[in-house]
């Protein structure tokens, strides 16, 4: 019997029900509709190869575990179960003493630390088909990015069993908040994706909002308030240098989003009391509008291949979503449900559509096919807004405001079953946010 991830099914069922895709060794991944119990693992602590390892083994599988216990997906079993302990990496593993304690896979690893220099090594076992399942891998940087390495044998380990790319290795800018509703102070910050490493990237002496990853996740776009009127800034993450993308006196810019090429932002432009669409050029400065309407044209994304743009409008009365040429042109309706759609976001895969719904009093966090299909909602709330994407496609975070939090707003996610929502802790409250690529 080899490693089934079974559970895998209810959170990817939307786009690849029915497959199923060989692994290395014996590992296969069936894709079902059935409800299945999280598969089962064990992350003994890594084996400290220097002196000065000791902490940082423990913190590092630790981190681990705690990344695959998040995608709801898997079950560590306890310490206080194992039977065998692992004390030597390179030591043969006593199989018959996981399968005892139901411990379908098993992670190893092992730290050293020279200096500032940090090296991590990781191997993964199917217990029961007593067989390592690829080769071990080693990672290798500093000490004071040791959380990085942890996100990485995560990453490499959920890829081996489910055979989707991770995204534990990864970050996520969003607008922090403080302070009473009719006197919120906000500021971009950004974190791991767990919420971990927070860094603040302006200050709160001007409201900010919608910040954006471009795809190479070294630099940012956001709306900013400092001058009076909203204004499309670029940040520079690693210098948080930062310029504004220049607009006509008299006109308002805001909700950018990058290209997939990243040499282009599509925006929103509001002149004369009409809001329409534009892209422009980020090094030239040159734009060009793509939508001319007297409706309100706003919140615009591109698809992965950056061939098409999805937006929404009020064009036909109520708020909607649509979907036209990256060059403009004539835009098709996706969205027919009852209630207002807003702030779509293409799938990394691109595949599906997330959006905000607000229907009968309530907000939801929803998805749809390209053609408007297969609606479903995955949240409901008071207040649930700003979908983005996980770089795999198959978990989106959001920000809730909860009735009578005094508007104040925490980052949640789920994935795109609807199952395991969970907060993403922050030490204020955030919204706006956005995911970035995987790391290089």
Not at 85 to 103: G, H, L, R
Not at 323 to 347: H, K
Not at 368 to 397: C, H, K, Y
Request: net charge negative; glycine share 10%.
């Amino acid at each position: 019997m080899s490693i089934r991830i079974l559970t895998l099914c209810l959170a990817m069922i939307v786009a690849v029900a029915g497959q199923v895709q060989a692994q290395q060794g014996p590992l296969r991944i069936e894709i079902t509709e059935g409800v299945i119990e999280p598969l089962p693992f064990a992350v003994p602590s890594f084996q400290p190869e220097s002196a000065e390892a000791g902490q940082l083994a423990n913190d590092l599988a630790r981190v681990v575990a705690q990344d695959l216990i998040g995608t709801g997906l898997f079950r560590e079993i306890p310490a206080s179960a194992f039977i065998s302990t692992v004390s030597d990496f390179n030591a043969e593993v006593q199989y018959a003493d996981w399968k005892a304690i139901n411990a379908q896979a098993l992670v190893t690893g092992a730290v050293n630390v020279s200096g500032n220099n940090l090296t991590v090594k990781f191997r993964l076992y199917d217990v029961f088909s007593g067989a390592e399942l690829g080769d071990g891998l080693q990672f290798s940087g500093t000490t004071d990015g040791w959380r990085r390495m942890a996100h990485k044998v995560a990453d490499a380990v959920y890829s081996r069993i489910t055979g989707e790319s991770g995204y534990f290795d990864s970050r996520v800018v969003y607008v922090s908040e403080t302070g009473p509703k009719d006197a919120r102070k906000k500021r971009l910050a950004i974190m791991d994706y767990d919420g971990a490493n927070v860094q603040f990237l302006t200050d709160s002496s001007a409201i900010v909002l919608a910040p954006r990853f471009s795809p190479s996740g070294d630099r940012v776009l956001y709306t900013s308030y400092e001058s009076g009127f909203p204004r499309i800034y670029v940040l520079d993450i690693g210098s948080v240098q930062r310029r504004v993308l220049e607009s006509a006196d008299g006109t308002m810019s805001f909700a950018p989003r990058f290209s997939p090429s990243g040499q282009t932002v599509v925006f929103s432009l509001t002149q004369g009391g009409n809001t329409d669409i534009y892209t422009m050029d980020i090094n030239s400065g040159q734009s060009v509008r793509l939508t001319n309407t007297p409706s309100i044209e706003t919140a615009p994304s591109f698809s992965p291949d950056g061939s098409k743009i999805v937006f929404e409008s009020d064009r036909s009365g109520t708020q909607q979503l649509y979907v036209m040429p990256a060059t403009g042109g004539e835009a098709t309706r996706i969205s027919f449900g009852q209630g207002r759609y807003g702030t779509p976001v293409w799938s990394p895969r691109g595949d599906l559509v997330a959006f905000t719904k607000q229907n009968a009093g309530r907000f939801h966090i929803g998805v749809m096919r390209l053609d408007g299909s297969e609606e479903r909602l995955l949240t409901a709330s008071f207040l649930d807004e700003g979908p983005t994407w996980a770089p795999n496609g198959r978990v989106i975070m959001f920000a809730r405001e909860t009735q009578g939090a005094g508007g104040s707003s925490t980052l949640y996610s789920v994935d795109i079953s609807g199952r395991n929502l969970r907060p993403v802790p922050t030490p204020e409250g955030g919204s706006d946010p956005s995911w970035s690529p995987l790391q290089k």
